[in-house]
């Protein structure tokens, strides 16, 4: 694996509306690291989270993932970039209510043709929910699940494609410290074990001490 | 394309109560001009199908309609009924033969028509068991009919009074079953066929009493004079004609003026028929003679204005359900709009997205689809029947 992962160079995003411009002048972040994210609500946060993951393309400057600029592609190959490469959990877990635990953990394999279902995947998918404690719940739907399954099911999801780089946009907002804590753990194995960085999006000063780095994003600019 | 098509299986299997609430409208909104037209398409090919093969009916003044039906369809006859001689008259123009039809009574549910031999000639009526009644009290059984009294050869059919006001006495007669007709899938499936003496019987216009010439018979004896011997009531009455009895039964009357509800007239030839139509039309205004046909066209040619304006009023009815089912599947987009931004965060494509929306509406419509047809189906295979259970 190269020893940069992600690299950012002399960045600049504005929304359409509002008038919000992030700009960041450089970021190197490497295989396994783990950054964390922070800064005032309004800051940008989600904005470079949705920048790196080639959700929102910048107005000017260069976004290099895994040796790709990612701006540079089409919007179809960002989206098939993202699902081989990425894995993405978000606050609010964002899990379909229609879908039972296992079927929401193959979601990304169902809805992007760039992965394949297959028994392997569904397979997989399997045993990592036994591995944080849903082995029992696979058929279960997400309303009879706890604040923390949902979480710990939204994980298994971003892991089920063996992602290269994993985001997290405050993945443990909503949890209790026990929960929090359940899921970061989770988290931050993957990444030692895979050598995925890890960026997350996080308030939580207890858990900031927890990153390799923490980056401010107004500091980013300069 | 399983992928999208599993997705969108599980959002209307989830959300049962949407599916089958949309499901139940569109198929009903698809189901009901089809079968509306299949209904009255069988109803109308039925009607004039036994309409065309009665050329000539004669009954008693009254609804065209009325008589027709119950001619064709054995349905509860007029109040008003015609004299005997009726059938006579036909048959001396030597123009054509009259069939007589007496409707008025029943068997368990099943219309008893009493008529003559030349009925299952002229409608080509043939038995499955037994034969056709050849003696007085014997009875026939449509396909239908011996299936709905649980009867067959050798069993017995009892006749219900006319009503719970027939205090002229018309008893019960125990009739044998001699044949079972093959089924025709007509009206003739659901009758008690007796020959016309026979119904008279029923109605108490012909009977049989112990002799009263017998010395077991005179203490039921009033008074002798002149030939004519009254009785009480302690003279009994048969309600069974049997090999021993059957010479006991007389006419009390003149037969002639004895009552049946209509007479086909099946004339030898088309020129035939004109004559005799001819005939009644410049003759007799106490009975009225019609050509089933153009009676059914005109009720058929009714039966073709309602489904017509009931199509109109579906059609109204659709375009209104499908506005109102794309209202709510575009209120249902917005409402997961955070679900379409995940799956686009996730890796989603904008096809696959598409195909998961479109493949919903796809197995709902194809769903409906499914039982529009089915329900067309089974209209079309029962129509026959639905129809005739309407017409009575």
Known sequence: MADIVIEVKNLAFGYRVGGFCLSVRALRIGPGEKMAVTGPSGSGKTTLLNLLAGIFVPSAGQIRVLDIEVSSLSAEDRQDFRALRMGLVFQEFELLEYLDVLDNVLLPCRVSPALHFHGEVRARAAELLHDIGLGDKLHRYPGSLSQGERQRVAVCRALVTKPAIIFGDEPTG??????RDHVMEILFRYSADTKAPLIVVTHDKELIGRFDRAVDVRELAA | MNDVLYMAWRYVRYHWGKTVVLLASISLILFLPVGLHVVVQQGAEMLTGRAKSTPVLIGPKGSAVDLTMSALYFRHPNPESLPYREVTRVTQTGLAIGIPLHLRYTAGGQRIVGTTLDYFEFRRLNVERGRLMAMLGECVLGAKAARALQADLGAHVLSSPAGAFDVAGSFPLKMPVVGVLEPYGTADDEAVFVDLKTAWVIEGLTHGHMDVTK??????????EEGNVVANASVLSYTEITSQN??????????????????????????????????????????????????????????????????????????ATFATAALVFMLSIRLRRREIETIRKIGGTRRRLVGILAGEIVLVVAAAISIAAALTFIVSRFGDEMVRVVAG
């Open chain 2, 246 to 319: 059957i010479d006991s039964f007389h006419f009390h009357g003149d037969p002639d003026t004895f009552p049946v509800d209509a007479v086909l007239a099946v004339p030898k030839d088309r020129k035939s028929g004109i004559l005799l139509r001819g005939r009644y039309e410049e003759g007799d205004t106490s009975v009225q003679m019609l050509v089933p046909l153009r009676v059914i066209n005109e009720l058929v040619e009714t039966m073709f204005s309602v489904r017509d304006y009931i199509v109109m009023a579906g059609v109204g009815v659709g375009v």
């Open chain 1, 174 to 179: 909503n949890l209790d410290s026990s929960n």
């Open chain 2, 215 to 224: 010395p077991e018979a005179e203490s039921g004896v009033l008074a002798r």
